[in-house]
């Protein structure tokens, strides 16, 4: 493990007395998603580097990471974050492999290239054709892909997209980063004309493009996602496995507490048609919610990157870090199969056992036995966020934040 999160200079100087017989892995950010990826690597033998803006996150105590420190944050200084990853990379001694695991650095990795960096995901260019919902939506449509009704106030007034639509709708941007910063969230809810009204205009004063959405009947307990690595040679040579988010927290739009996998080729039939027309290949997640009222899936987003519940095809048999980290080094990964698999995150699983009288546990009295043992490590088919007894000092990191005034500036 990382024996400290070090400043800039001190994760250099520590990298310079490593020898590394492969190339290291760059885990950034290194919170929840960032502990999954660095186990699903560290399985492997791949030596993994944790990257972040703050020591605050879950990731950088794990047993899985070898180096952990602090780089410039990509949306504070671009340059910046060229120049610090440009020098670890040439303090390793090696070329190196990232793995993004937020948007924001997704999009510093592909948007100022360091030297000595190998990008197991497509270019800029690949990238914003998934990330922007306008060109998402208007290419599920060309494609027969179900999605929310979306109307874009630049060919549709305002007053016939409210009649249409009605009362409450969505708003959300195209884009994500100007909207957040403007609004701290990705989707608002309006249920009036006069709200209608403040959000559209606050968004055009943050310069933010906004898409106007249904409201989906969404079917609580029904979304799913396809969970795949496409390599450079397209969908035909995918790694996938299709998941349902059978447990939120909060119930009705939160984040996944608790996934497991499902037979659904439709799911994958379509996320695949998708990511193969963007021509988009790496880790993704394409995320679908159950239209009560249409009785069928319908396509919300593509994460061009790793997720909260990523380490649950990893425990399926699909380990999607080692398979883009061996395309694009000389090591070997190859899916022998795929079974089944349930992702839990203990920390919003628990609260909402605890404070939603509507919910029932789902988990059985021999899943809590493995949790509490331990033997879930080794056996059976349920998986976990950060928790692992054997790796404990990520889940008394976790605890070390809930108990004090020390955030982590990330959701995941």
């Known amino acids: 493990m990382a024996d400290s999160f070090h400043d800039t200079g001190g994760l250099v100087a520590a990298l310079e007395d490593a020898p590394f017989d492969r190339p290291p892995a760059l885990v950034a950010n290194a919170h929840v998603t960032g502990v999954s990826v660095a186990r699903a690597l560290d399985a492997h033998g791949v030596p993994v580097v944790a990257l972040d803006r703050t020591d605050t996150g879950v990731a ?6 070898d180096y952990a ?24 001694g090696t070329e190196c492999v990232a793995f993004a695991c937020m948007d924001d650095w997704v999009r510093g990795f592909a948007r100022t290239e360091p030297d000595g960096v190998r990008l197991p995901f497509s270019d800029l260019e690949g990238i914003e054709r998934v990330l922007d919902k306008d060109d998402l939506y208007r290419l599920a449509e060309e494609l027969d892909v179900p999605y929310p009704e979306t109307y874009r106030l630049s060919e ?14 969505v708003i959300k941007p195209a884009h994500k980063r100007k909207f957040e910063e403007a609004f701290g969230t990705n989707v608002i809810e309006v249920d009036s004309r006069e709200a209608f009204d403040e959000t559209v205009a606050a968004a055009e004063a943050a310069d933010a493009t906004v898409l106007i959405q249904e409201k989906v009947n969404v079917e609580v307990g029904a979304d799913t996602s396809l969970a795949s690595y496409v390599p450079p040679s397209g969908v035909d040579d995918a790694v996938a496995v299709v998941g349902n988010a059978a447990v939120r927290f909060p119930r009705q739009f939160g984040t996944s507490c608790l996934v497991e996998t499902v037979d659904r080729p439709a799911i994958a039939e379509r ?13 993704s997640e394409s995320e679908f919610v159950y239209d009560a009222d249409r009785e069928e899936h319908v396509l919300l987003d593509v994460n061009t990157r790793p997720w909260k519940w ?21 090591a070997e990964y190859e899916v022998d199969e795929v079974g089944e698999a349930r992702w839990v995150y203990l920390r919003d699983y628990l609260e909402l056992c605890a404070t939603d009288e509507a919910f029932w546990d789902v988990l059985s009295a021999a899943d809590w036995a493995s949790l509490v043992s331990g033997t879930f490590e080794d056996s059976g088919d349920l998986t976990t966020g950060v928790y692992r007894p054997s790796d404990p ?15 982590y500036y990330c959701s995941c």
């Open 271 to 283: 996320a695949l048609s998708v990511l193969e027309e963007t021509g988009y290949h790496g880790i």
């Open 393 to 407: 000092e990520p889940t008394a990191q976790l605890l070390g934040t809930e108990f004090t005034d020390r955030e």
């Open 310 to 330: 990523i380490s649950m095809p990893v425990r399926a048999g699909a380990n999607l870090p080692m398979a883009a980290y061996a395309a694009v080094t000389d």
């Open 69 to 92: 420190g602090e780089v410039t944050y990509p949306l504070d200084d671009e340059d910046g974050f060229r120049e610090d990853v440009e020098r670890i990379v040439e303090a390793a």
């Open 60 to 65: 950088w105590p794990s047993d899985a990471i």
């Open 156 to 169: 549709t007034p305002a007053d016939e997209v409210i009649e249409a639509l009605g009362f409450p709708l």
